[in-house]
């Protein structure tokens, strides 16, 4: 396969630059596989096509405020970090701009001088190894400095920090938000266990490997970026229990895909564990897990329009695109969102 097999024109006004308010008011668009039809709805109308005894798997991943501008000690050049993944307390992979002023031994500051940080090492793809040093507990110097890292194709300023949060976020740990979860609000949560649906966590952070471009133009060539995950073995049980008892899994998000997908077998028996996933889901890929997805709309050529296309068909996809091009939909993090029955 081609990367442009998984081209489609987008406007730029379509690409959404603000949440949803109330987030539940964002529009749905259901597409049904098998007989190849396509509803116009709001995501709030999603309790009706989960029926009592379906498990809704959601990703409970909290993004940190990631992006820190800083200056180099010396020079006083400026630089940008985003904080890709922990690697042990105060060691992290980072990607940085202008990478040109990060050799290894190379020092930065970041407020005034709170948070200090220095290159010992290279990563994939041009990231680096930093060591930071500060005085009192990481994540509250980060909480301070740090800003919440939105994607580059939203250009106005987010007012409120948990706009780009799920309300059901947990553990720190992602670069960016898992986006299809952004439409869900409390009330709404509440109804869906009402109706006798189960909501079972399980976690991804996050990092660049669900949103690095395809560089490459045969799509097997493109490596995914590791992701850290972990299932309980609550999770698991009672996800293999609903298939056993012939219920659907709805997993929210295509993290939570990569998530159930990297843990089952073949026989679509999910095993609790943690570790870390590099699955890259393109057409042609079986499904073991997963039965329905709930997603937004995705950038063109990107890894994540490839696991959608995997999950319906490419031409089913893009025939989908066109039509939310032409209906108006919104796009990306902030976006309209799928459901993919």
Do not use: C
């Not at 049904?32 to 379906?54: K, M, T, V």
């Not at 190894?129 to 400095?145: P, T």
């Amino acid at each position: 396969m081609n990367k442009s097999d998984f081209y489609y024109d987008l406007p730029q006004e379509l690409i959404a630059q603000k949440p949803m308010e109330p987030r539940d008011a964002s529009r749905l668009m259901v597409v049904h596989r098998a007989q190849d039809r396509i509803e116009h709805r709001h995501f709030y109308d999603i309790l009706e096509y989960l029926s009592p005894g379906d498990v809704l798997v959601v990703n409970h991943t909290r993004v940190i405020p990631a992006r820190l501008y800083g200056r180099k000690v010396g020079t006083g050049g400026k630089i940008e970090f985003l904080l890709l993944k922990r690697l042990s307390r105060d060691e992290w992979e980072v990607i940085l701009k202008p990478g040109k002023k990060a050799p290894v031994g190379a020092r930065f500051e970041f407020g005034n001088g709170e948070l200090l940080a220095e290159i010992i090492g290279h990563a994939d793809e041009g990231g680096r190894i930093v060591r930071f040093s500060y005085e009192g507990v990481f994540e509250q110097v980060l909480e301070r400095l740090g800003q919440m890292p939105l994607p580059p194709y939203i250009h106005e300023r987010l007012e409120d920090r948990d706009r780009y949060q799920t309300v059901y976020a947990k553990y720190d740990g992602s670069a960016a938000a898992p986006t299809a979860g952004l439409h869900f609000t409390p009330e709404l949560l509440d109804k869906v266990k009402q109706k006798g649906i189960e909501i079972v966590p399980i976690l991804l952070h996050v990092g660049l490997g669900t949103f690095r471009p395809v560089k490459e133009e045969k799509v097997e060539d493109h490596h995914m970026h590791s992701e850290y995950y972990e299932v309980s073995p609550e999770a698991a049980d009672q996800i293999n229990a609903a298939h056993a008892r012939g219920n659907k899994i709805f997993a929210v998000g295509t993290t939570s895909v990569r998530t159930l997908e990297s843990v089952a077998d073949d026989a679509g028996v999910v095993h609790a564990g943690s570790g870390w996933t590099e699955i890259f889901i393109m057409p042609g890929y079986k499904f073991k897990a997963v039965d329905a997805l709930i997603t937004n709309f995705h950038l063109p050529e990107s890894t994540l329009l490839m696991l959608v296309s995997a999950f319906a068909s490419r031409e089913q996809i893009l025939n989908a695109y066109e039509i939310a091009v032409q209906e108006g939909y919104q796009f990306f993090s902030f976006g309209s969102a799928q459901l993919l029955l």
